[in-house]
């Protein structure tokens, strides 16, 4: 299953409201899940199963989607927000990632 | 605290092995599926291989396939990825990472990484 984000890369500014989105090359049901990177860090669980936020994740975050059509929106960016996010679908072997979307400062 | 830290990396030559480890701390170890994935310098994020808690069943990427072998030790609270005929593309920091036990194959903790790189 091929996995596909856009855009590649966005410039927002602190406080904006962006969208990323992710389609999967056949349908996978609620199975995607989102991470966040910083630069020289391990990627960090957002949310799974489609919509569902880890425990300590921002309300800000947010994700929707079923099927083969995603997205991951953030409210109100904050300075700590600018990463690089990956979507992965978790339906069947291998389990794989986009191609990341890298958030930058505006 | 949940801890994941890999160990083994290195600088080696095409067609040798290397043995990843990675030792876990803060959670029941043998209760978790586990997972390695892989980011090769500049480049995105691949999944390598998994192992269950149950059964000890495996999968690997095709890219890996037939190379590459996980395993866990549930005494020890480690898990490993024995590697061989080692690629210049398997140049990458190698991850392990535990699976969400509420969601298949989303991973909640991930080590720090490991670099391999394959050179001559």
């Known amino acids: 299953i091929q996995v596909t984000q856009s855009p590649s890369s966005l410039s927002a500014s602190v406080g904006d409201r962006i969208i990323i989105s992710c389609r999967a090359s056949?349908?996978?049901?609620?199975?995607l899940n989102w991470y966040q990177q910083k630069s020289g860090r391990a990627p960090k669980l957002l949310i799974y199963a489609a919509s569902t936020l880890k425990g300590g994740v921002p309300l800000r975050f947010s994700a929707s989607g079923s099927g083969t059509d995603f997205t991951l929106t953030i409210n109100s960016l904050q300075p700590e927000d600018f990463a690089t996010y990956y979507c992965q679908q978790s339906y069947s072997q291998p389990y794989t990632f986009g191609q990341g979307t890298k958030l930058e400062i505006k | 605290q949940v801890q994941l830290v890999e160990s083994g990396g290195g600088l080696v030559k095409p067609g040798t092995s290397l043995r990843l480890s990675c030792a876990a701390s803060?959670?029941?170890?043998?209760?978790?599926?586990m997972t390695w994935v892989r980011q090769a310098p500049g480049k995105g994020l691949e999944w390598v291989s998994y192992i269950s808690s149950v059964d000890g069943t495996t999968a690997y990427a095709d890219s890996v396939k037939g190379r590459f072998t996980i395993s866990r030790d549930d005494v020890n609270n480690s898990l490993y990825l024995q590697m061989n005929d080692l690629r210049a593309e398997d140049t990458a920091v190698y991850y392990c990472a535990r699976d969400d036990s509420r969601a298949v194959a989303a991973y909640d903790f991930w080590g720090q990484g490991i670099l391999v790189t394959v050179s001559s």
């Open positions: 803060g959670f029941t170890f043998s209760d978790y599926y």
């Open positions: 056949q349908r996978i049901s609620t199975y």
